[in-house]
C-alpha cells in the first residue's frame, strides 16, 4: 500500500520480493546484457562444481564399511545392486536417501548427481577444474561424464587433453563427437563395453506427459527398436487403409498398445496388467461434481472423470463384481489428515464389523463401563481386522471408526500371454 503517494516500509520479517527490473535494467546496453549471460553461465557452473565437491566429501565420510555390520538383511535386492552405479561402490547405500532428504528431491535424481559427484571429482577432475573455473557449462560436463564414466584413468587423461582446450567454443553436440572420436581410438573396446553396459541396463519405464497421457518407453538393441517401431507403423498403414481417419501418430499409438494388451486373443492362458486405483468413493459417482477429488493411478494423479472412464472400461465402477483375475480392497483413511488407516477386502471389513460389535456388547458385561477393560481385544481386532491394516491410537475399530472411505481396486485386462 502507499500513504501518500510513498510505499509503506515493509513489516519487519516480511520477505521482500526481488523483480527482474530489480536485477537487470532496461537502460542496459546489449554488451552488458551479453556479459551477464556469460556471467550467469559461470556463476552457474562454478555454483554447480562446488556442489559435487560438498557432495562427493560428504558420500566419502559415509564408506560401504558402515553397511557390513547389518549383513544382507536389509540390504538393496539383486535389481538393486544391478542398476547400482559403479562410482558408489565403495559408499554406503544410505548416502543416496540421506542425499534426497538433504536436498527434497527424488532418490533417483540424488543417486545420480552422487554419481556425478564422485566421478568429477576423482577421474573426471579435468572436467571438474574447467567446470569451476566456468570454461565448461553444466550440460557440457554432464556429456563428457556419461561417455567417461566408466573408462580408467589413462584413457579418460588422453581424452581430456585432447577435447578440453577447446571444449569452451565447440557446441555440445560438436563436443559429444570429438570425445566419442577420441574415446574410440584410445580404447577400442569402450564402445562394445558400453553397448553390453546399456543393454544389461534395458528396462521398460513410464513417463508422465501433459494431459493426462503417458509415455511407454521400450530400451533395447537399436535395429530391434526400428523393427518394432516399422513393424507399429505398418499396423497403422493398414487401420488407416481399413478407413479409420485418425492421425498416424493416434493410429500408431493405439496399434502398439493393442499389440501388446491383445485384448482380443483368447485363445491362450491370460496374463493379467495390475493398476493400483486410490479414489475417493465420492468421486466415483456418477453425479459428482467437477472439482471432485482426483484419484491415484500407480502413484500418478488422474482427474475423477478419468477414473470414472477407467473403471467403467474394466467393469468395477459399481463395486458390485470385479473381473476375472481381479481384486477390490478398500483402504480407511483418515479424512483430516489422509493416512491410510485400513487396507482389506470387503469381505474381512465385514467380518471386522461382525467382531467389533461382539466384542463392544462383552465389553460392557465384563468391564462395567469402566474404561481401558477390553482394550487387548479391541488392539486384537484392529492388527487383524484388515490385509496390511495399521492399528488406531484411540482403539476404534477400522470397519466402525467413521472414517472416510476410499477404493483401492487392482483392475486386470485380458492380454495374451
Given at each position: ?247 498416424m501418430g493416434v493410429l500408431r499409438s493405439a496399434a ?162
Amino acid at each position: 500500500m502507499e500513504d501518500g503517494g510513498l510505499p509503506r516500509p515493509p513489516v519487519e520479517g516480511e520477505p521482500v520480493p526481488v523483480l527482474p527490473a530489480d536485477v537487470v535494467s532496461r537502460d542496459s546496453g546489449e554488451l552488458e546484457l551479453v556479459c551477464d549471460i556469460w556471467s550467469a553461465d559461470a556463476h552457474v557452473a562454478r555454483e554447480h562444481a562446488r556442489q559435487a565437491a560438498a557432495i562427493a566429501e560428504l558420500a566419502r565420510r559415509r564408506s560401504v564399511e558402515r553397511d557390513t555390520a547389518l549383513g544382507l538383511r536389509g540390504g538393496p535386492g539383486p535389481d538393486s545392486r544391478a542398476m547400482r552405479p559403479a562410482a558408489l561402490t565403495d559408499v554406503s547405500d544410505d548416502v543416496v536417501t540421506e542425499l534426497a532428504l538433504i536436498r527434497n528431491c527424488s532418490e533417483a535424481e540424488a543417486g545420480r548427481l552422487a554419481a556425478e559427484s564422485l566421478l568429477l571429482t576423482t577421474t573426471l577432475a579435468a572436467t571438474w577444474s574447467e567446470l569451476y573455473a566456468g570454461r565448461l557449462t553444466v550440460r557440457k560436463a554432464r556429456i563428457l561424464l556419461d561417455l567417461l564414466e566408466d573408462a580408467d584413468d589413462a584413457v579418460a587423461a588422453g581424452v581430456h587433453a585432447r577435447v578440453l582446450p577447446g571444449a569452451e567454443q565447440c557446441p555440445p553436440g560438436r563436443l559429444a563427437d570429438r570425445a566419442r572420436y577420441h574415446l574410440y581410438r584410445l580404447d577400442a573396446e569402450a564402445k562394445e563395453r558400453r553397448r553390453k553396459e546399456a543393454e544389461r541396463r534395458a528396462d521398460v519405464h513410464v513417463e508422465r506427459t501433459a494431459d493426462d497421457l503417458g509415455r511407454l518407453v521400450v530400451e533395447g538393441p537399436l535395429p530391434a527398436v526400428h523393427a518394432a517401431r516399422d513393424a507399429v507403423d505398418q499396423y497403422a498403414r493398414w487401420m488407416r487403409a481399413d478407413g479409420d481417419d485418425r492421425p498416424m501418430g493416434v493410429l500408431r499409438s493405439a496399434a502398439a498398445l493393442d499389440l501388446i494388451l491383445r485384448p482380443w486373443d483368447a485363445s491362450r492362458p491370460s496374463v493379467t496388467a495390475q493398476l493400483h486405483i486410490h479414489a475417493a468413493l465420492p468421486s466415483l459417482r456418477a453425479d459428482a461434481p467437477v472439482g471432485a477429488a482426483p484419484a491415484e493411478l500407480d502413484g500418478q494423479w488422474i482427474s475423477a472423470a478419468q477414473c470414472r472412464e477407467l473403471l467403467a472400461q474394466l467393469a468395477v465402477l459399481g463395486l458390485g463384481s470385479v473381473p476375472t483375475g481381479g481384486a477390490v480392497h478398500v483402504a480407511i483413511d483418515d479424512p483430516a489428515t489422509g493416512e491410510t488407516l485400513a487396507v482389506a477386502t470387503r469381505a474381512a471389513l465385514r467380518r471386522a464389523a461382525g467382531r467389533g460389535r461382539r466384542i463392544r456388547r462383552r465389553d460392557r458385561r465384563s468391564s462395567g463401563g469402566c474404561p481401558g477393560r477390553g482394550q487387548e481385544e479391541r488392539t486384537h481386532l484392529e492388527g487383524t481386522g484388515g490385509k496390511g491394516g495399521n492399528r488406531r491410537r484411540d482403539g476404534r475399530e477400522d470397519g466402525h471408526s467413521g472414517q472416510s472411505g476410499r477404493s483401492r481396486q487392482s483392475g486386470r485386462s485380458r492380454q495374451s500371454g
